[in-house]
């Protein structure tokens, strides 16, 4: 697509979405052309929010890289751990850091108590 046929394509949507409102955009807004999904409208603060966990995931694949340089793997391979992480991050999203963290130490103390008393 040409950057004319690009604005046109914007200029010609302009009408149908000018009235959309953000209390419309509680699910994104599929765009499609010739009956393929071609792009989605999110609300910003949704926007926001993807921006933050790209950024988050970008420092932490820096971070495991630094701490454990030796760990090498393929992209796929490296995506697909993060995939598995992020599944089971899901699970916690309504739990902070420092619940987590106590509930870590909770389970760590547990685990060697038990491992002492055997």
Do not use: K
């Not at 690009?6 to 599929?30: F, K, M, N, Q």
């Not at 490296?78 to 916690?92: C, E, L, P, S």
């Not at 850091?97 to 108590?113: C, F, G, I, P």
Request: net charge negative.
């Amino acid at each position: 697509m040409c950057a004319d046929e690009a604005s046109e394509t914007i200029h010609e949507a302009r009408p149908i979405y000018s009235g959309v409102e953000t209390r419309w955009l509680d699910e994104p807004l599929i765009v499609e052309r010739a009956g393929h999904p071609t792009a989605v409208i999110i609300s910003l603060e949704e926007y926001r929010r993807f921006a933050a966990w790209r950024e988050e995931r970008a420092a932490r694949r820096a971070w495991v890289l630094e701490c454990q340089p030796r760990n090498h793997m393929t992209d796929q391979e490296w995506d697909a751990q993060f995939v598995t992480m992020d599944r089971f991050a899901t699970h916690f999203a309504d739990i902070t850091d420092d619940e987590l963290a106590d509930e870590l130490t909770q389970a760590v103390s547990a685990v060697r108590a038990e491992r002492a008393r055997r």
